[in-house]
């Protein structure tokens, strides 16, 4: 071929050249708006299974399988129209693989997402039958411990009239008497207890103790009379338990006055109840001091009310005979309305006839000073 026939025929190539590459950038252009809209659409619709919004008929599938159709329609029109000159005998090729490729790109993500959607279903289904199962353990547990609180309830309440009418029994009794003897003490000084361990909890209802002291003839002592006593480890050592009341003399230090006195002896000597959380610890502001007995450390009190016991023959109410005392080995365990309690008690053991007498060893140990 000529000089001149290649230069005719360079124009044709170039043109048919610049045609080409025209037709190929709208196809990929038609495949990228397809692609774009496709994938949105199946973007759309996995948000939607994902939200829970799933309905019976899987619309969300029917519109993506439409959408690609649709598109792939408008590819393989272009397709047709680009390359009909250059690759006519391929035309049938290329349209399957092409459905082939779009075909694949939706299905794809689609099963991904189906399969997704069930195992979320499956494991929210699981999560929802396991809480279930909590909650209704939870309200069987609920229910149990509810009878059981009714049940202790009754309970109490059956053991609380039993002592009522105990009470009521032995106050009748005693009231009928001029004056309490010494076996009159226990038995009062146990429903004392009995009335506040009604309302712990168990594991405070055996750590309570009380006693009571008198003043005794020679009026410098509080004294533990025979029966003066009933409650936790509380044996007949607390007898040489006693206080010295006497007033403080020029020459004694204040600490060793208020240890003297120990809490009974304050609260006697100064005509005032006495709440304590825990005698054992000194704070400011806290007068009385507590006083060790002979009993082992383990039995030592802690929570404590002390409440003076009045002279029921005294009209002005001013003069008081001796100390109630209530105690537990636990700290905190005595409240306000346990008070009201002791101060119940505190009257009735007014009737006790007094001065108690002096124990001889104590007599002693005066005369040896």
């Not at 109490?156 to 008497?177: A, P």
């Not at 007094?354 to 007599?363: D, F, N, S």
Request: with cysteine.
């Amino acid at each position: 071929m000529s000089n001149a026939d290649e230069a005719g025929n360079l124009p044709e190539n170039q043109s048919a050249l610049r045609q080409f590459w025209a037709a190929f950038i709208k196809i990929l252009t038609s495949f990228a708006a397809a692609g774009v809209a496709t994938w949105t659409l199946a973007s759309l619709s996995a948000t939607w299974v994902y939200l829970g919004r799933n309905p019976g008929v899987p619309l969300w599938f029917l519109l993506v399988v439409a959408a690609t159709i649709l598109f792939a329609h408008f590819a393989l029109y272009y397709l047709h129209a680009a390359f009909a000159e250059f690759h006519g005998s391929h035309r049938i090729t290329v349209h399957v693989v092409l459905i082939g490729v779009l075909f694949l790109a939706v299905a794809v993500p689609v099963a991904m997402l189906q399969s997704l959607t069930r195992a979320r279903l499956h494991l929210s289904d699981a999560q929802h039958n396991a809480e279930v199962n909590s909650l209704k353990a939870e309200r069987d547990k609920l229910s149990k411990e509810l009878k059981d609180m009714r049940d202790a309830q009754a309970a109490r309440e059956g053991e609380r009239l039993e002592l009522y009418s105990q009470v009521t029994g032995t106050l009748t009794k005693t009231l009928q008497q001029p004056n309490l003897d010494p076996a009159n003490l226990t038995d009062l000084l146990h429903f004392c207890v009995e009335s506040i361990a009604l309302n712990k909890p168990p594991a405070q209802q055996h750590t309570l103790r009380s006693a009571v002291v008198y003043l005794d003839s020679t009026r410098k002592y509080l004294v533990v009379p025979p029966n003066g006593y009933y409650g936790y480890a509380l044996d007949q050592k607390i007898r040489r338990l006693y206080f010295t009341v006497s007033p403080k003399s020029d020459d004694e230090k204040i600490e060793d006055y208020r240890r003297r006195l120990g809490v009974a002896g304050w609260s006697y000597v100064e005509k005032s109840a006495v709440h304590d959380a825990d005698v054992l610890v000194i704070k400011p502001g806290k007068l009385w001091r507590y006083k060790y007995g002979d009993a082992p450390e383990e039995q030592i009190d802690h929570a404590m009310i002390c409440v003076p016991i009045p002279d029921l023959t005294d009209a002005d109410g001013q003069r008081y005979i001796g100390v109630l005392s209530v105690s537990s080995t636990m700290p905190g365990a005595l409240t306000e309305g346990d008070l009201a309690v002791a101060n119940f008690f505190a009257t009735l053991l007014g009737r006790f006839r007094t001065p108690a007498e002096t124990p001889p060893w104590l007599m002693t140990a005066s005369r040896a000073k």
